[in-house]
């Protein structure tokens, strides 16, 4: 079974800018979520996705903050006009309601955006 | 609100030594789910354990263990015999039933030298 995967990995990028990252979850999995972690914290909810249908967004995400999961598969999480406290690993996770380990999030290796 | 509070920071041990992480939640759901994940410097989150708030029992695998105890809602982890594999962040996270996000605490870092 192929794990969630994130890209990039890694980002710089200068401040203003706008960076796109893209997660693709487990294959059959329904639900994809995103977090973002700051050094030396845990990671902090930001939204949710069950197929196509975002279902809450976090306080944390600020109208320069986009997410889409257009066809119920692989999801992306837009920044734009980036701010350097937008600097911090953006990690996302997907799960299954229909499994045994009923709805237990799976995360990727996560993108760390460096915002100069 | 739901919080979960790691109260160890770092805790650094020599190799073959037990390490046992606190973790304490604060919930007022009396149906919930505990979750144990470790970060290694890679920083890919690990899935180690998930145990429901009706499951008390404890559970050993391998060098892990976990002892839950809702009468004062804590639930710690204990590494067995520490490797230098087993250095990491771990967190513990809370997730309510009828919610779909996770709430992490603050990671303790495990540094196991040899």
């Known amino acids: 079974d192929t794990g969630v995967s994130q890209d990039p990995r890694h980002k710089i990028t200068k401040r203003g800018q706008n960076v796109t990252f893209r997660c693709d979850p487990i294959s059959e999995h329904n639900r994809l979520y995103w977090y973002r972690q700051t050094l030396g914290q845990g990671p902090e909810f930001l939204t949710y996705f069950q197929n196509e249908a975002q279902l809450e967004k976090s306080r944390l995400l600020s109208d320069r903050f986009s997410a889409e999961r257009p066809k119920g598969s692989f999801s992306t999480l837009e920044i734009q006009r980036t701010e350097q406290g937008d600097s911090a690993m953006y990690l996302c996770a997907s799960s299954s309601l229909w499994t045994a380990e009923a709805d237990t999030q799976y995360f990727g290796p996560g993108t760390r955006l460096t915002v100069l | 609100a739901q919080k979960v509070t790691q109260a160890q920071t770092e805790i650094s041990v020599v190799e073959k030594e037990d390490v046992t992480l606190d973790c304490v939640y604060e919930t007022r759901d009396t149906t919930y789910y505990l979750f144990w994940y470790k970060q290694p410097p890679s920083g890919e989150l690990v899935f180690l354990i998930r145990?429901?708030?009706?499951?008390?029992q404890n559970e050993i695998s391998g060098r892990y263990s976990w002892n839950f105890q809702k009468s004062t809602s804590s639930f710690n982890f204990t590494i067995t015999a520490s490797q230098v594999v087993d250095s990491a962040v771990y967190f513990c996270?809370?997730?309510?039933?009828?919610?779909?996000?996770?709430?992490f605490g603050a990671g303790t870092t495990v540094t196991v030298r040899a």
């Open positions: 145990r429901n708030s009706f499951d008390e």
């Open positions: 996270a809370l997730r309510r039933y009828n919610d779909y996000k996770l709430s």
